[in-house]
């Protein structure tokens, strides 16, 4: 990465130096047509005999020149600093993990949750060169973690996910989903994509529905089931025992596929049953593969060497040589 504006929001204050430029046009035919008027040309030049030309047009110049030297200043040109190495290639992922307390059963041992932990961990490993961020859902969904390429950070707030960490219980998949997009920075021409682990056990009917909206938008949503379709108990960790309804019978949660199917098919993209993480993993590797990946600076990361100040510098220089630049000629002894 080489040099760069850190705001070139500011570009349009460059229009300033032609509108100087045009003012100074108009300035010097103003002058021209008083001389006109004034009449003898002997008389003016009489009158301006000690009124340098040549200087005035040097003064117009460097104030000029030092509005343009502002604009680079405001705008501050960089560059990333000699010792920086953290120019990549990668794309966006957002991984949606259900924390719900189905996510406990055992049907896919030790748990589901604990198996999507596994394949979360296994998935940044095969793709270190993208930006990974975390949302968690249940009853509600929430930015666990936004967009980062601190992998050791990352693994932290997945390790701490559970279902203790969203109060309210159920499986909110469209909540998740709109929390995933919100996640992405709407200004950069990055692929996005979203990797939803769920059991998808509470049917969303808005699931459906925000999917196609996001899909519409350019968003590709890769979804995971994790279960078994014949299910499981639901342990209780605060009391030992299978969770219960309000029957009294144990309550079996199962996997439902159809709903994750048809996610991954209104967006593009890919649905997977985890069963082997290292399988799921090259399956999606496969997914991303057809994807340009366009290179990037991780600023958040990244030291830079500015120089608005050098600019600055000149700016005020020139300022001050005009000031005590005077517009009348030396007087000859």
Known sequence: MGFQFQHREFI??????????????????WKKKVKKRIGDPVLVKSLIS???????????????????????????????????????????????????????????????????????NKLMTAMPDDRIGLVVFAGRAYLQMP??????????????????????????????????????????????????????EDHDPEAIATAKELASRGMMINTVGIGSPEGAYIPDPATGQNKKDEFGNDVVSRLNENELKQIAENTNGVYIHLQDSDEAVKQLEQQFSGI?????GDVSLMNF?????????????????????????KVKA
Do not use: C
């Not at 189905?102 to 049907?107: G, I």
């Not at 692929?191 to 998808?200: C, R, Y």
């Not at 500015?306 to 009348?328: D, K, N, R, S």
């Open 12 to 29: 349009w204050m460059a229009g300033g130096v032609l509108l100087l430029i045009l003012l100074f046009i108009l300035l010097l035919r």
């Open 50 to 120: 000690s009124y340098s030309h040549k200087k005035f047009i040097l003064k117009i110049v460097f104030l000029i020149i030092a509005f343009g030297l502002g604009v680079i200043a405001v705008m501050n040109l960089r560059r990333p600093a000699a010792d920086e190495t953290s120019q990549r290639k990668g794309i966006d992922v957002v991984i949606a993990l259900d924390v719900s307390k189905s996510m406990l059963a055992q049907d896919l041992p030790p748990s589901r949750l604990e198996r999507a932990k596994q394949f979360i």
């Open 147 to 200: 967009l980062t390429t601190d992998y050791g950070a990352a693994q932290l707030y997945i390790s701490s996910a559970g279902p203790e960490t969203v109060p309210l219980q159920g499986t909110v998949i469209s909540e998740a989903l709109h929390q995933s997009s919100n996640a992405f920075n709407t200004t950069e021409r990055r692929f996005k994509t979203v990797v939803l682990i769920s059991d998808g």
């Open 292 to 296: 340009e990946k366009k290179a990037y």
């Open 305 to 329: 060497q500015t120089y608005y100040w050098w600019f600055a510098a000149a700016m005020f220089l020139l300022m001050l040589t005009e000031y005590f630049i005077p517009e009348t000629k």
